[in-house]
């Protein structure tokens, strides 16, 4: 029995709830974070630009597409097919709003504690927010 399979790390493990685990599983890696963050400061974007802002080459698209998809998987982006005038792309990334609760919930617990001796209760709190019902529906919207 190895120690990735004991009950009692499962069991706590389980305390998370699945959205915000798939979540931070999908912001484990540097490529995914830049993505998510080119995300939050340019809104929508094809796929073509986030290539060219990240300064992928063409041979690597098909890496970028894999990690596009682990994103959304984790709910934190969506992909829209659309024909948009004056662009060669159809297919459109922008952050959910699960993606965007995620990112403001993790921003706040950051800003506290303001006073070096402050508990930090604010990330429990946060994890439960997140795991609402309001994020579990934008989640549900977001993975449909």
């Not at 029995?1 to 912001?27: D, H, Q």
């Not at 922008?94 to 006073?115: C, H, I, K, Q, S």
Request: negative net charge; without cysteine.
């Amino acid at each position: 029995m190895g120690i990735s399979s004991n009950k009692k790390i499962e069991e706590y493990a389980k305390e998370m709830p699945w959205e915000l685990r798939r979540a931070i599983e999908a912001l484990n890696d540097d490529l995914r974070l830049a993505v998510f963050f080119v995300l939050l400061k340019h809104g929508e974007l094809s796929f073509s630009q986030i290539m060219a802002e990240l300064e992928i080459p063409r041979k690597d698209s098909s890496i970028l597409s894999h990690h596009l998809k682990i994103l959304e998987k984790g709910a934190l982006i969506k992909n829209e097919f659309a024909k948009k005038e004056g662009m060669d792309s159809h297919s459109f990334y922008d952050l959910t709003e699960f993606g965007e609760d995620v990112l403001n919930g993790l921003m706040d617990t950051l800003a506290v504690p303001r006073l070096a001796g402050e508990p930090i209760e604010p990330l429990k709190k946060l994890l439960y927010q997140v795991g609402s019902t309001v994020s579990e529906k934008a989640f549900k919207e977001a993975t449909k």
